[in-house]
Nanobody
Framework: QVHLVESGGGSVQSGGSLRLSCVVSGRSFDKSGLGWFRQAPGKEREWVASMYWSGGYTHYAHYSDSVKGRFTISGDATKNTVYLQMNSLKPEDTAVYYC??????????????????WGQGTHVTVSS
């Protein structure tokens, strides 16, 4: 069973940066799809970014249009940790951010991948 624990959330002003971390335990995340989702108050959870991790490298990284160019997903196999670097943050980025894992990654439309392991979430608040 895969266990995911996020950290790194907090409060930041518009234009600031945060780096979220997600430690994956239970199994190696080699040859796994790893993603970040978020859920803002009163809204449905939405896909933010995801990648396929294999052989120590990030493959097929994709981003939602709302974060493309500002957020970067990456991984460190030595630490079994996935990161989400968030720059140029906006108030509309305020949400609970979740990391997720799947062994089946849809390269064509990663947002539709069957992520089945989830962390507990970390809060991000961006003030104007």
């Amino acid at each position: 069973q895969v266990h995911l624990v996020e950290s790194g959330g907090g409060s930041v002003q518009s234009g600031g940066s945060l780096r979220l971390s997600c430690v994956v335990s239970g199994r190696s995340f080699d040859k796994s799809g790893l993603g970040w989702f978020r859920q803002a108050p009163g809204k449905e959870r939405e896909w933010v970014a995801s990648m396929y991790w294999s052989g120590g490298y990030t493959h097929y990284a994709h981003y939602s249009d709302s974060v493309k160019g500002r957020f970067t997903i990456s991984g460190d196999a030595t630490k079994n940790t996935v990161y989400l670097q968030m720059n140029s943050l906006k108030p509309e980025d305020t949400a609970v951010y979740y990391c997720a894992a799947t062994i089946s990654y849809y390269y064509i439309d990663p947002s539709k991948s069957p992520f089945d392991s989830w962390g507990q979430g970390t809060h991000v608040t961006v003030s104007s």
